[in-house]
């Protein structure tokens, strides 16, 4: 992925070149800009029926299984079946359990990692020797402050089967490079590993919107409709531009309200609420820069006063704009 200026700052509505930098860097991209991915740990898991595991809140994980299957439930307690060679991603970390479909007493994950995993020996083992599933594991978290309503809409399960051929290869290959990093510990091993967890992240979340070809996905779904896609892009390449909804209709060539319509299924948000939602977004990222003044972001981020910039920053984020800089976003 090109590595851009991807700062709140860039797309200043007085700057050209702003825009034209903005209009080159894709959709998805920009917006996974603004939510960091920090690795944490990439082990292997080994386990032998009977077996079952419990996640509780808290770092995100992907599996990439590699011998067996599993049985995956989710935070409201539905079962996903997995095979040999699918991926699974729990983005949101809301804890969830895995097993063999059949036992029902779960361990800890958390325990078991600690009594197991060492710097010399990144490996789970868990079970009754019976029949065998081995997967690499790896745990993560969206550093979400400024957009946490991002991460909140995705799913509690992504699942890419390989039957669905987005893996191609690529997945195996990918969680090995990243466990050789891991054991071996060259220099910038850490850092290789963070951005090999990037990788293999964005590639879950582009293969998943290519499955689900804009069903209920949220903004990514919206990814994958290319009309509706056309108008999340000019929100994003133009974002204080004062849109209307008949202009950004006309970009996505439909009818103003089919495209209302079309747009708040697909993003599960009214266009001009997206709109508003962005433009507020950006200037959080303005007010959180060292010499930041409440006027001058509201006028460069294209409100008439200060007191109108004041009041919908201080409802879309719970806290006024001058305390920006001190505040920490709560899931809203």
């Known amino acids: 992925m090109d590595h851009h200026d991807q700062s709140p700052a860039m797309h200043a509505p007085s700057s050209k070149n702003a825009i034209m930098l903005a209009s080159r860097v894709d959709l998805l991209s920009q917006i996974l800009a603004m939510v960091n991915l920090h690795g944490e740990i990439v082990f292997t898991v080994e386990l032998s029926q009977p077996w079952a595991l419990r996640f509780h809140p808290g770092a995100a994980y992907f599996f990439i299984v590699l011998e067996g299957g599993l ?60 029949q065998q599933t081995k997967l690499i594991a790896g745990a993560f978290r969206f550093e979400s402050a400024s957009v946490p309503w991002l991460v909140s809409a995705l799913p509690s399960v992504i699942h890419i089967p390989k039957a669905s051929g987005e893996t191609a290869g690529w997945a195996e290959g990918l969680g090995y490079f990243m466990m050789k990093e891991a054991q071996e510990v060259y220099p910038g091993a850490s850092i290789m590993i963070s951005r090999l967890i990037d990788v293999l992240v964005i590639s879950i979340l582009r293969s998943w919107v290519r499955i689900e070809r804009g069903g209920n996905v949220g903004w990514l779904g919206a990814l994958g409709d290319r009309r509706i896609s056309r108008a999340l892009k000019a929100i994003h390449d133009e974002p204080y531009r004062r849109w209307t909804v008949l202009d950004l209709a006309r970009v996505a060539g439909l009818s103003r309200s089919g495209f209302a319509a079309r747009f708040t299924a697909l993003v599960k948000e009214a266009p001009l609420s997206y709109h508003s939602r962005w433009r507020l977004t950006l200037a959080l990222g303005l007010m959180r820069q060292p010499d930041a003044k409440v006027g001058s972001v509201a006028r460069q981020v294209g409100y008439d006063s200060e007191a109108a910039f004041s009041r919908a920053f201080k409802a879309q984020f719970g806290f006024a704009p001058m305390n920006a800089k001190s505040t920490t976003i709560q899931d809203r």
């Open 71 to 130: 049985t995956v439930v989710n935070d409201q307690g539905h079962a996903l079946q997995v095979a040999t060679g699918d991926l699974i991603m729990l983005p949101r970390g809301l804890g969830h359990g895995l097993s063999d479909g059949e036992c029902a007493t779960e361990a800890d994950l958390a325990a078991l990692m600690a009594a197991q995993v060492t710097a010399e020996k990144l490996n789970v083992s868990h079970g009754g020797g019976g």
